[in-house]
């Protein structure tokens, strides 16, 4: 079993920045692809970031490229999700998850094993 808890949520002015802690515990994830997705009120979750297992390899969704950038501490167990120049569209619980070993697609939420509760950022314009 592995136990992913995010944190680093909370409510900013648009502009500002957060950063999004996603800590793994019970197994590793260190040998694992990491994604972070997001889910808006009343719109289905989407993909955010994914990063490979070494941190070499890097996908973004169109809407954050540019303005976010995941990274992961393997000794720590952790991934980040550093947001900067946030924007009100960006409002969404946002969720951390282990992807398949195997599963090709880094968007696809079926690709995804383990998923954290997720944790709140909202943007006020």
């Known amino acids: 079993q592995v136990q992913l808890v995010e944190s680093g949520g909370g409510l900013v002015q648009a502009g500002g920045s957060l950063r999004l802690s996603c800590a793994a515990s019970?197994?590793?994830?260190?040998?694992?692809?990491m994604g972070w997705f997001r889910q808006a009120p009343g719109k289905e979750r989407e993909f955010v970031a994914h990063i490979d297992w070494s941190g070499s390899a890097i996908n973004y969704a169109g809407s954050v490229n540019g303005r976010f950038t995941i990274s992961r501490d393997n000794a720590k167990n952790t991934v980040y999700l550093q947001m900067i120049n946030l924007k009100p569209e960006d409002t969404a619980v946002y969720y951390c998850?282990?992807?398949?070993?195997?599963?090709?697609?880094?968007?696809?939420?079926?690709?995804?094993?383990?998923w954290g509760q997720g944790t709140q950022v909202t943007v006020s314009s």
């Open positions: 019970g197994r590793t994830v260190s040998t694992y692809d």
């Open positions: 998850a282990r992807k398949l070993m195997g599963s090709g697609s880094v968007i696809q939420q079926t690709g995804y094993d383990y």
